[in-house]
Structures are given as C-alpha cells and as structure tokens.
C-alpha cells in the first residue's frame, strides 16, 4: 500500500473539487483512484487538483486537474482558488505561480478572502480550440441541436481558455433547457476531436449573465469557471457585454471576469473549505481526518 497523501474537500462556488497535497511524492494521482473517489457520495468531485513539487524555475508548484472519469483538464479556475486558499492557509503566502499542461498562472488572495487568478489569453482560432474543421468566424459556429427548422440551441461562439468552451446564446431562462440531455451528445460531437465544455449563457445586462455548463469529463456541475471566462470573452467579442461582467453560476453567487486590455482573463471568486482527510494516490481508498485532531 502505497503511503496516504493529505486532501482537502473544498468548493469554488458549487465546483465540487479535491485538492491533494502530493508535494514531495514521487507518486501521482491515478485515474483509478479519481473515479473511486468520484464515485464515492462523500468524495465526490467535478475536478481533483493534485499539488506537486514544481518542475520549473521560477514556479511554485506544478497542478496536475484531472476530471470525474480520470481524463486530464488544461484549466480549472474554480479548482486553482481552492489550491489557493489551501496553500495560503498552509505557507500564508498569498501569491502564487503554478505550472499546469497548458502553461503558467498567477493567483492571488486578496484581504477580503477573495481569490483572483489569471487565466491567460483566450484563444480563437479552430485550430487551437480545436475544431475538426475549418470555421473562420469562430463567434457563431454552425452547430445546432432540436429539429431542424426550429432549433432548441444553435450557434454557439467556441473559445479556448485552454481548454475547450461552446457557448449557446439564450434568451429564455437558463433552467428551461435539458443540458442533462443536451450536455452528452454535444460535448462528444465530432466537431470536438477532444471533446468540449458545454455552456448556455443568458446576458441580462452590459455587465452582467447567468451561465450552466454541462462539463466535459464531469457533467453538470454548480460552477465552472474556465466556462465563466469563456462566456465573458465571448459575450464582449459579440459586442453582447463589455469586458468586465459578472456571471452567476447555477450553485447561485457570483464570479467576477474582467478581460484585460493585456488581453488576459482575470477571474475573481470564492472558495470553500469543507473536510479534510487522507488518501491513497494509487486505489483511491481514503478517510476522514478526526474532527479537532491537531
Ligand atoms: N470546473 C473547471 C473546469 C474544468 C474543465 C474540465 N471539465 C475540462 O476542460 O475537461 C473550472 O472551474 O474551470
């Protein structure tokens, strides 16, 4: 058996998440033991992200995100808070450069609790997102689902903040769409070779929408917030918002987004401790630390 590793169950505004302490391990988090321990009511998470040593000069730790089913993520922004806030509450260090598959990040905790992290540039072009094919205006892509002549969703604008974003325009409220059904059948169509995160956004004001996402390797979930970003940089491209909004996510609260003239993606929220206990990084098999114990 291999030796347990600290986590902390958190959440950033509903986005169920693992932060696993594998600083100075050898080992690594298995996709093994993410399923068995997404499969667990009382672990269950959207995303596990498995602090490492750092791999290169200059960064403080390597992340590693990996989702429900095992699969790898580029991006969490609800996830990199909640490693904020366990790291702050571990060094009281409150900036932080982390290391993940798709680059570097800065994040910082504010006075106030908050957290913001800096998601890096959005990118739009078919390739990087990637599409399977050609599509030169990348802020209405045709892509629909529902019968033909009377579309449930259609058109979605596709970014990558990283990882890859389809956002669906609404006018009707957000909750009156079956994502749950919907949600599957686009993040595996073939226009996705790596699959997408799905999202219905509504703009209720120059500043201000209401999102769900449907995630890829995790299904629905209470937040997303490289969804969020996705959703902003979006809305401002289409001229629907200007480049600091507000999203409300469906766990209810609120992420701040504001794309900088720099053209990096900001994102601001909160995060949340809940338990803590230890795990094994290999099975999965894992307990609760004793309420009080030092
Ligand atoms: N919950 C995360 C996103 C996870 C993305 C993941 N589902 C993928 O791209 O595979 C967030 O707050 O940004």
Redesign the pocket.
Known sequence: MTKMAPFAKMN?LG?DIIVADMRGRADTVTPAAAIALAADPATHF??IMAIYDPRTNGTDNYIAIL?SDG?M???????TRCVVQALNADTGRARFTFETIAGILNAEQHADGLISVDMGTPHFEWEAIPLAEEFRDTRMIELQVGPIDAPVLHSPSVASMG??HAIFWVDKDVWAYELDKFGPLLENHPIFPERA?ITIARVTAPDAMIIRTW????GL?G?????ACAAAVSAARTRRTGRSVAVTVPAGGELHIEWRDDDHVVMTGPAEWEFSGTFDPTTGAWQRDLEGAA
């Open positions: 950033g986005n959207d995303q989702n699969s993520a580029q991006a969490c922004g609800n996830g990882n890859p995160n995630e890829r390797g995790a979930t937040a997303c917030g490289s969804a």
